[in-house]
C-alpha cells in the first residue's frame, strides 16, 4: 500500500517542498507534444532521452496509464544567465534521482523519475541510447514523452505560463512515478 507520507518527507528532505499527488490517468499525453519536438526543438535527434529515442506516443500513454499515483514535483528558479541553464538542470535532475533510488530501496519496484528538463547530465548527449553515456542514469523529462505539461500541472493546481524571457521565473516540473 502506498505510503504518502513517506514520498511527502523524502521529497522535503531532499530539498523539494513544492509537490502535488496526481492519478497517471491525469497525465495528458498528445501528439501535439510530439510534434512540437519534432519541429521546433534543436534537441530532436541529438539527445538520447528525448525524441525520436523515446517510445511512440501511444507507447507513452500507456506507461502513465500504468500508474495509480505520481508525485509532481515543482521547481522555481530565476536565472541571471541564460548558460546557466544546463548546470542548473544537470544538479536538479541528479538530486532527483535520489528520490528514485530511495523509493525503489523502500520497496516501490516500479518508482521512475522523469526529470524536469532534457537528460543534461553531460557536457554533449551522444544522441542515441546505444551509445549514452550514463544509461543507468539517464531519464526523460515529461514532456520527451509526449506530455502535456501545462494542462497535467494546470490541472494538479500549479502554475506554468509561456516566459518571454530570462528575467521571469522558470517552473519546472519533475514527475516521480510511484505505482
Ligand atoms: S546521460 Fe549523457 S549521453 Fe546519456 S542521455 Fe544524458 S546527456 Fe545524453
Known amino acids: 500500500m502506498l505510503d504518502k507520507q513517506f514520498f511527502e518527507t523524502l521529497a522535503r528532505n531532499h530539498g523539494f517542498p513544492e509537490f502535488r499527488w496526481i492519478f497517471g490517468k491525469d497525465v495528458h499525453v498528445c501528439q501535439w507534444v510530439r510534434f512540437k519536438c519534432m519541429f521546433g526543438c534543436e534537441s530532436f535527434g541529438h539527445n538520447a532521452c528525448c525524441p525520436p529515442a523515446v517510445p511512440s506516443v501511444s507507447v ?3 506507461l502513465f496509464a500504468e500508474y495509480g499515483h505520481i508525485l509532481v514535483l515543482r ?5 541571471a544567465e541564460p548558460n ?3 548546470a542548473w538542470s544537470r544538479k536538479k535532475n541528479l538530486e532527483l534521482l535520489a528520490l528514485e533510488r530511495e523509493a525503489f530501496l523502500a520497496g516501490y519496484h516500479k518508482a521512475m523519475l522523469l526529470f524536469m528538463d532534457e537528460c543534461r547530465l553531460c557536457d554533449e548527449c551522444t544522441g542515441t541510447r546505444a551509445d549514452c553515456r550514463k544509461p543507468s542514469m539517464a531519464r526523460p523529462c515529461p514532456e520527451a514523452l509526449a ?3 501545462f494542462s497535467t500541472v494546470r490541472s494538479a493546481g500549479f502554475p506554468l505560463e509561456v516566459l518571454a524571457g530570462y528575467s521571469q521565473e522558470m517552473n519546472r516540473y519533475a514527475f516521480l512515478l510511484v505505482g
Open 147 to 149: 506530455v502535456d505539461v
Open 84 to 86: 546557466d541553464r544546463k
Open 75 to 79: 521547481i522555481s528558479q530565476k536565472l
Open 60 to 62: 507513452c500513454r500507456e
